[in-house]
């Protein structure tokens, strides 16, 4: 159901800017029109509460109907109001749930579409609630880093009793209108018919109308005794990006078995209110819109339309072209992967499966649903097999004459109009697009590792990429449940691009007298998944020693060069797959072990260096750490590789283990202030050399006053 079910009721009296009233025989209907999702902002709680006064005064009115306009019922609070005045203005949702409950007439909500956050809350806090069968009913604001502030902590558990709703509540993944009938949430569902569902509801209330209206407000919650309490909060993940916000909502939900009704909402209000004001809260929401924003093109030709794509095709079947595949065939799309010998393929293949399978045992894939997935990739050994495919994904050796020689065989066998796109991590997308006679059609979709579970892909357009082929990329990603970033060619794109300060700083901080561990440690603390030299070791350092040697003739003499990296790879120390890197492995574990033959490597370098090693704070590893990522952010965005400063945010928080609950690298310079990121990029200078001369991007912004890169 895509637009109101009640779009045909005439005459509609304006109750507010986004409320109206409408009154059909003894029926009188509010509806809510704020597009795009009739988010419960000061206006349509003002109109919603007018509406409610003015049905009550009319006698020929007997119940009301809330009900929303165009695709929803209401998609919660308006978030950007939050941390404003328009928040708190009168009446407040409690305010408009309390004129719902003091109404001598009964009131339903009839949801379409979605009700989430506020939205939902709106609804529990009427008499009854209908639901379209297909709806989506939440209180995912644990998502955003805050828990239902309006009163859901207090209703729902009162509707659908305590386990119920902790769970509801701080996994914050909505159900449908089905499921919302069997859990007790709604009171009825309706397919297409919802006016005639409605009316019959209503007639029957009226018909037989109980001694007093029903609220979940006044129904009695069974507590959950010590030890369930216990091991609710127990099961809580506390490395979770929301872990506050879902223990401030569970230990809300189980008050409400242990507090009165107004008590319990009190209660909600102050975790709401301490959160909304919190770091974490709003580092999430900055990253709800940063993600929305990041998957638009600024300057895009208007008309500009996708190409169709049907089928898929993927050249290599290594870990990541496996998880490629695994991507497409996920989301319903058939794939054709292609490897160059038949033991490679069936080393893929069979890693697919093995994928399939783990997910199969953890319950979250069928078997039946592992061989639908299975069936839709199609193993060649025959690169013309890529002919008719639509999308052709490049996955090979991270070489540019490898990926070269590619392109130009998928150039002779691809149908005209097909996307060539190469996942290379760091490659100039122009030179590869350069062995086509297409590069219009060229483009870079830079998946992360595990393909199949990391959420980020950096499209990349080159200088010759069609807009068609960018709308499409950008589209598809979506589908196929990615969070895509389009960004520019340069060395490393964005994300990887920015690990190179980032690694500098911390093999200059090893020999300026830090130790793996400590650098590794202190940058954990701080929230980052995990630490750069750990990091290195679980990627490869061969990886990254390549293309230091690749970049070598172009690092300029004067320019400090540590040689900590290069002289552990030399010796054969690639890390886990080796046994050895930063930290030493035992026996196929991947737990780091620290290893003095590295520190001694590490002093040796330093010695010859003419280095004196001190002593190193955990500040200062920080501190070096998360401004050497925003000084190259920032030059990022005044060189146009990236569209705005946080799609830097989304890379970070996405695919490089970034806290989220510090917003991304970005967001985080911010919350430090501008200013201040300036005078230490300074200092640093000062001391540490001219590569850490601030970027005219944050200089220029500090000057206009502003604490912000964004436009």
């Not at 009739?38 to 003015?54: F, K, P």
């Not at 989430?116 to 069968?133: F, I, Q």
């Not at 207090?154 to 996994?171: D, S």
């Not at 569970?250 to 909304?276: H, I, K, N, S, Y």
Request: glycine share 10%.
């Amino acid at each position: 159901m895509s637009a109101s079910p009640f779009a045909a009721l005439t005459p509609r009296d304006p109750c507010s800017e986004t409320v109206s009233l409408s009154i059909a025989g003894q029926i009188a209907y509010l509806l809510i029109n704020n597009p795009p999702v009739n988010g419960l902002g000061a206006s349509v709680r003002q109109g919603l509460a007018q509406g409610l006064a003015r049905a009550q005064a009319d006698a020929a009115v007997r119940a009301i109907v809330i009900a929303g306009e165009g695709r929803m019922f209401s998609g919660g609070a308006d978030v950007r109001q939050f941390n404003t005045p328009l928040a708190n203005a009168e009446p407040t949702l409690r305010q408009v749930a309390e004129r719902i409950g003091a109404s001598t007439k009964p009131v339903v909500a009839v949801i379409h579409g979605m009700a989430l956050g506020g939205g939902l809350e709106l609804a529990l806090a009427c008499h009854y609630r209908l639901a379209a069968e297909e709806a989506k009913l939440g209180l995912p604001e644990v998502n955003l880093g805050l828990l239902p502030g309006g009163g859901g902590t207090q209703r729902l558990p009162r509707l659908i009793g305590t386990q119920a709703a902790l769970a509801m509540i701080t996994g914050g993944r909505p159900v449908s209108g089905v499921k919302a009938r069997q859990l007790s949430i709604v009171d009825d569902v309706f397919g297409d018919d919802a006016q005639a569902t409605v009316t019959a509801f209503v007639q029957s209330l009226l018909a037989n109308p109980p001694a007093s209206w029903p609220l979940a407000a006044h129904r009695p919650v069974e507590p959950l005794d010590a030890q369930a309490q216990e091991s609710a909060l127990a099961a809580l993940n506390p490395k979770a990006r929301n872990a506050l916000a879902q223990r401030r909502a569970a230990q809300c939900v189980l008050a409400a078995g242990t507090v009165p009704f107004e008590a319990g909402l009190d209660l909600e209000r102050e975790g709401f209110g301490e959160l909304v004001n919190g770091p974490e809260s709003k580092a999430l929401r900055h990253l709800f819109f940063a993600e929305r924003a990041a998957a638009k093109v600024e300057g895009q030709p208007s008309g500009v339309t996708t190409r169709s794509v049907a089928s898929v095709g993927v050249v290599g079947a290594g870990t990541m072209g496996g998880g490629i595949a695994m991507c497409f065939a996920n989301a319903g799309i058939p794939v054709v992967l292609y490897e160059r010998d038949q033991a490679a393929l069936d080393r893929g293949l069979g890693l697919i499966r093995k994928n399939y399978d783990v997910s199969a045992k953890k319950g979250k894939l069928s078997a039946e649903q592992v061989d639908q997935r299975m069936a839709r990739i199609t193993p060649s050994l025959d690169m013309s097999a890529m002919g008719q495919a639509d999308l052709i994904i490049e996955a090979v050796f991270e070489e540019l004459a490898v990926k070269q020689a590619v392109f130009t065989q998928l150039d002779a066998v691809c149908k005209p109009g097909a996307i060539l796109a190469t996942n290379t991590s760091r490659l100039d997308i122009n030179l590869i697009a350069q062995a086509t006679k297409r590069p219009q059609d060229v483009i870079g979709l830079h998946f992360f590792s595990p393909a199949n579970v990391m959420k980020l892909l950096e499209v990349v357009r080159s200088d010759s990429t069609a807009d068609d082929v960018i709308a499409t990329s950008m589209k598809l990603a979506v589908d196929i449940g990615k969070i895509p970033v389009l960004v520019r060619v340069c060395e490393g794109f964005v994300g990887n691009r920015m690990l190179s300060p980032y690694w500098r700083e911390a093999w200059f901080l090893l020999e300026e007298g830090a130790t793996p561990a400590q650098i590794d440690g202190a940058l954990t603390r701080f929230g980052m998944a995990m630490g750069p030299l750990a990091m290195g070791d679980m990627a490869g350092l061969d990886i990254n020693w390549a293309a230091r040697k690749r970049l070598a003739p172009t690092r300029p003499k004067d320019e400090r060069y540590s040689r900590v990296a290069d002289r552990i790879c030399e010796l054969g120390r690639f890390g886990q797959k080796t046994g050895a890197g930063y930290y030493r492995y035992e026996g196929g574990s991947r737990t780091p072990i620290p290893d003095p033959e590295v520190d001694a490597i590490i002093a040796e370098v330093a010695a010859e260096a003419g280095i004196e090693r001190r002593e190193i704070s955990d500040e200062e590893i920080v501190a070096r750490s998360m401004l050497a990522l925003v000084n190259e952010g920032a030059r990022i965005v005044e060189e146009g590789v990236a569209q705005r400063p946080a799609d830097i945010d989304v890379v970070y928080t996405s695919g490089y283990g970034f806290p989220a609950t510090r917003g991304g690298p970005m967001f985080y310079a911010e919350t430090l202030g501008l200013a201040n990121v300036v005078a230490t990029l300074t200092q640093f200078a000062a001391v540490h050399g001219k590569h850490w001369t601030p970027a005219p991007l944050l200089v220029e912004a500090v000057k206009a006053g502003k604490n912000s890169l964004g436009k």
